[in-house]
């Protein structure tokens, strides 16, 4: 590992930033969901095995996390944060039969580190990906 990782180029910014804010955009949707409630929320985590009463606490959970990860000083903890949220939201999935919905929150979990990966280069000198 190199002590100075090259800085990233701006098409590499560009796609972390947009990669990290679908994936944000998505996750403070699905928090703010677990709040209001809409029609069909109840049978959704019902369904999951969830308690409704539950809910609320994972909407706030998810919030916290994300903002976490959107603040740049407590971004990778805010990953961790949420790769351990979303692994429970797989697994809940996985536990009642469903392993193709299982992918989503994986998928979301990727983009968050990829958006990491590209925009910070102490993270890339950690993970190094080539040969």
């Known amino acids: 590992m190199s002590e100075t990782a090259p800085l990233p180029s701006r098409k590499a910014r560009w796609t972390a930033h947009l990669l990290g804010l679908l994936a944000c955009a998505n996750l403070l949707f699905s928090a703010g969901i677990k709040q ?38 407590t971004a990778v903890l805010g990953a961790i944060l949420l790769t351990a949220y979303l692994g429970g939201a797989a697994a809940a999935h996985v536990r009642i039969g469903e392993t193709g919905v299982a992918l ?14 590209l925009r910070h280069p102490r993270l890339r000198g950690l993970i190094p990906l080539h040969g």
């Open 104 to 117: 989503y929150p994986a998928i979301l979990g990727l983009a968050l580190w990829a958006a990491l990966y």
């Open 36 to 73: 209001v409630q809409p029609a069909g929320i109840p049978e959704h985590f019902a369904h999951l095995g969830w308690a409704m009463a539950s809910v609320p606490a994972l909407g706030f959970l998810e919030f916290a996390c994300t903002i976490l990860y959107l603040i740049p000083r």
